[in-house]
């Protein structure tokens, strides 16, 4: 069971972000959705990678709502469900 959480035309994911990586890359390990990030974690860069590469993995608008600074963040994806999450996300 991912940590996603489905609202009212949107869920919201829980990833934990690993910065400086060789290659951007999503994995899911037991109930955790982990994000390798090539960026530094300076003026924002890592965030900025982490919702252009999943808007693509997701093929919508991503928005971080929480962990601005943290590894740890939330991210809103309006019209999607769960389903549609976890089937994105074996691809990527």
Do not use: Q, Y
């Not at 940590?3 to 890359?25: M, N, Y």
């Amino acid at each position: 069971m991912l940590h996603v959480t489905e609202t009212e035309g949107a869920c919201i994911i829980d990833v934990i972000v690993k910065p400086r990586s060789r290659a951007f890359k999503v994995i899911v390990e037991g109930e955790d959705i982990i994000v390798f990030c090539t960026e530094e974690p300076v003026r924002g860069k890592v965030n900025k990678e982490l919702i252009n590469e999943l808007s693509r993995v997701f093929h919508r608008k991503v928005e971080l709502v929480s962990g601005f600074l943290s590894r740890e963040k939330k991210l809103l994806i309006k019209d999607i469900t769960k389903g549609e999450i976890e089937v994105s996300l074996k691809r990527a």
